[in-house]
């Protein structure tokens, strides 16, 4: 948050401050990890979306975590960074190392208080939560002027002992104030009631904002959201997609358009730059390999579209009929056709530029252009999706151990399939031919041949980024080696070079993550 955001924040009495955790509660949830550079990406666009706090991270759950919060903390200029921490102090200077270096940093500490919680998971006595409150908290405030307090499975705690330790927290410093329903149980009118309660009967409750955090199990977590902030909550957390552990949290595109568009009924407002909505959904899907939901509100691909003859009766006549937010509020345009096959590199490098990738590696970008010139090639039209696909696929290559170069592949319906595969491992070519179960097996078995790993396909996933039957094919792979989940992704008018660019691209992602756990395991 700039200093001038913040200042307004404060003096506005209706503003809702955004707190972005898609980078840590997010990220939490299996399948959706990211590596380093996905999540610069990421915390890039939530900041350039005006997003007033990014929670980067849990920086004491492992080195990656660490030196990703850092280097966002390091990058950022105007939204807060918050590292999350548990109540011990090896965590909060953790925390506290990892933010340090953002203009604005913010160490976030959290404690179970419910009866259940504090007896099952803790196993402490109330008394014994109550005291590493205060204790975590004053120890934070030496460290880090904002300081964010959440007493986990807040809406299940006992309400005396949840205002006192609200009370205490604040004394001992905490400026916010958030209240979790970390199992996503509580209902809209219920959880009003909750901080309407908060406000009364603590004393001090005027010393910190107060914040919500809503899971989403029983599909209420943004109205819960909303619920909250008519009862005098002003900061939301929530997730870009609505990501995160089981169903995920409030997704930030719902609770964000649901203040801009019922501003009548709800006069609150964010800051939030909602016409980067649509950028940072797909940004987020694209590096996750976690697909939108098409019915999905806001950023499903069904969210504008009008399929009936009524409804586009009614549209042509009038677009508010049937439409209550623009696409162009949260950045939605019509596909333009953005270039041909006689368009030359200055022009690819403005256009990219123009699209938010100003800066690409001279290679990174030659393999794009590359790549662009053979898709010109085989595709009539080329458009925006067409280009972010191939960026997708080309930006982040630089040091990969394993290149895909060449596949040729039989198959069809008299078999047996078969795939014929050219890689680059560490700057040596190798080929391999393998047959398989279906041409897409095929092409994993000689990926295999030439790499012999043990992993686990999670997942395999084939989208078209524009239509057509010219249209590219984007494929998410996803592989899981002793607990690390790592998604690939890959892009070509073929899909199945494609679905090799996808595997190669995770088992590299998994060389990396292989490389930054255990020096010692690099070979496969
Ligand atoms: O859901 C939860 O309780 C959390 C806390 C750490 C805020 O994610
Ligand atoms: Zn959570």
């Known amino acids: ?26 990220e939490q949830s299996p399948g959706c990890s990211m590596n380093l550079e996905e999540k610069i990406r990421v915390a890039t666009v939530l900041e350039e979306m005006q997003v007033d706090v990014i929670e980067a991270g849990f920086p004491i759950a492992s080195n990656g975590d660490f030196e ?22 090896k965590d909060i200077d953790r925390a506290w190392e990892a933010v340090k270096p953002a203009k604005h940093p913010r160490i976030h500490v959290f404690l179970s208080t419910s009866p259940l919680h504090m007896k099952f998971k803790l196993q402490m006595e109330p008394e014994a939560v109550h005291q590493a409150v205060v204790d975590s908290i004053s120890y934070a405030r030496n460290l880090c002027d904002d300081v964010e307090w959440s007493p986990e499975d807040g809406t299940r705690t006992e309400k005396d002992f949840l205002c006192r330790c609200v009370e205490s927290a604040i004394k001992a410093g905490a400026r916010t104030i958030n209240i979790p329903d970390t199992v996503g149980y509580t209902v809209p009118e219920e959880f009003f009631a909750l901080i309407e309660m908060l406000r009364n009967r603590v004393p001090n409750i005027d010393k910190a904002v107060l914040s919500v955090h809503c899971h989403n199990d029983l599909g209420l977590a943004v109205a819960n959201s909303l619920a909250a902030v008519r009862a005098g909550a002003r900061q939301v957390e929530c997730t870009i997609n609505g990501i995160g552990e089981r169903a995920g949290n409030a997704a930030l595109e719902e609770v964000v358009m649901a203040l801009r568009v019922r501003s009548d009924v709800m006069p609150y407002h964010t800051g939030v730059k909602t016409e980067m909505i649509t950028k940072a959904s797909r940004l987020l899907s ?68 123009e699209m938010g990738y100003p800066d690409l590696s001279d290679n990174a970008l030659e393999d794009a252009f590359q790549r662009f010139k053979d898709l010109a090639d085989h595709k009539k039209d080329v458009f925006d999706e067409d280009i972010l696909a191939l960026i997708d696929d080309s930006v982040v290559r630089t040091n990969d151990r394993i290149r895909f170069l060449s596949l040729q592949v039989v198959c069809g319906s008299k078999g047996p399939q078969t795939a014929e ?23 994993f078995s000689a990926i295999r041949e030439i790499f012999p790993h043990q992993t686990k396909l999670q997942l395999y996933q084939v989208h078209a980024v524009t239509e057509g039957t010219d249209a590219q094919a984007e494929v998410t792979v996803r592989l899981e080696e002793e607990g690390r989940t790592v998604n690939g992704q890959g892009a070509d008018h073929d899909t199945l070079v494609a679905s090799a660019r996808a595997y190669v691209n995770a088992l590299n992602k998994l060389l990396l993550k292989r490389q930054r756990t255990a020096p010692a395991a690099l070979s496969a």
């Open 1 to 26: 948050m700039s200093a001038e955001t913040k200042q307004v924040a404060e003096n506005d009495a209706n503003r809702v401050t955004v707190f972005d955790t898609t980078l840590r509660d997010g």
């Open 286 to 353: 694209a590096v996750t390999g976690f697909t939108v939901q098409p019915n999905k509100a806001i950023v499903g691909a069904n969210a504008f579209a009008h399929e009936s003859g009524i409804h586009q009766d009614g549209m042509l006549k009038n677009a508010e009929t049937y439409e209550i937010i623009t696409p162009e509020s949260v950045g939605l345009t019509q596909s333009t056709l953005v270039m041909g096959k006689h368009s030359g590199r200055h022009a690819f490098k403005a256009k990219l530029a």
């Open 68 to 89: 990703a919060v850092h280097e966002i903390a390091k990058r950022l200029k105007t939204s807060a960074v918050a590292g999350l921490a548990r109540a011990t102090t």
């Open 421 to 443: 595969l050219e890689l680059e491992v560490d700057g040596q070519t190798q080929k391999a031919t393998a047959e398989g179960n279906g041409p897409v097996d095929a092409v």
